[in-house]
């Protein structure tokens, strides 16, 4: 990349000279400083939802950070937890296999107006809770987990790859009843949360 310097001093009419972007001269003594990337604002670093790989650890300001945005959508955890579920169902139909009461539910609207749908959402989004309040006591929190990953593994069968799939949905909706409120630091808090879940979630498979 070629960055033009406006010239003073010594430089007639104060023209532009061109120099390459790894090192910046001036055009005459003295020299400039040389630019670093300490100079450029640092935007907090963001991971993808993973499902392998180590669980991560978590600040005190990435747990604030993750309760602060969890209050709106839980206050309204009935009609937010079926969005995330018919979201997930209608973009995955195939995932309606591994639960024989929504087998029949071939559309959106019989998924809306369908009690069994409902109460499974009310659980998921339940167990989102209860992760995000056992986020200080670890060893209670992964055998909450480990036991839905035992009933998701043995008694549903489910595919292990839609915990991620539900991850994302779950994710957007948060960001979605944060608007504008929702940081970059608080996404990345949530990705690292939900890396958690699905992570502690496939130890049975």
């Keep these: 990349m070629i960055i033009y310097i406006r010239g003073g001093g010594s430089v007639p009419g104060g023209?532009?000279?061109?120099?390459?972007?790894?090192?910046?001269?001036?055009?005459?003594?003295?020299?400039?400083?040389?630019?670093?990337?300490?100079?450029?604002?640092q935007q907090p670093a963001t991971m993808p939802i993973e499902d392998s790989g180590s669980k991560p650890d978590f600040s005190d300001d990435e747990k604030k950070a993750i309760k602060d945005s969890w209050s709106g959508v839980?206050?309204?955890?009935?009609?937010?937890?079926?969005?995330?579920?018919?979201?997930?169902?209608v973009d995955n139909p195939s995932a309606q296999d591994f639960f024989p009461k929504f087998k029949d539910l071939d559309s959106e609207e019989k998924l809306k107006s369908s009690t069994a749908v409902r109460w499974h959402a009310e659980r998921i989004i339940n167990a989102v809770n209860d992760a995000i309040w056992l986020l200080d006591?670890?060893?209670?929190n992964?055998?909450?987990?480990?036991?839905?990953?035992?009933k998701h593994a043995v008694q549903l069968n489910v595919d292990a790859k839609f915990f991620k799939v539900l991850a994302e949905v779950i994710l957007d909706k948060v960001a979605e009843k944060n608007d504008g409120s929702f940081?970059?630091?608080?996404?990345?808090?949530?990705?690292?949360?939900?890396?958690?879940i699905c992570i502690s979630l496939k130890v049975a498979y």
């Excluded at 079926?82 to 169902?89: G, N, Y």
């Design 137 to 140: 006591e670890p060893e209670k």
């Design 183 to 196: 940081s970059d630091s608080a996404r990345s808090a949530w990705e690292k949360l939900l890396t958690y």
């Design 15 to 41: 023209r532009y000279r061109r120099c390459s972007s790894d090192r910046l001269y001036s055009p005459s003594p003295p020299r400039a400083r040389v630019a670093s990337f300490a100079d450029i604002p």
């Design 142 to 150: 992964a055998k909450k987990l480990k036991e839905l990953s035992e």
């Design 74 to 89: 839980y206050s309204e955890y009935e009609s937010t937890s079926s969005e995330i579920l018919i979201k997930f169902f």
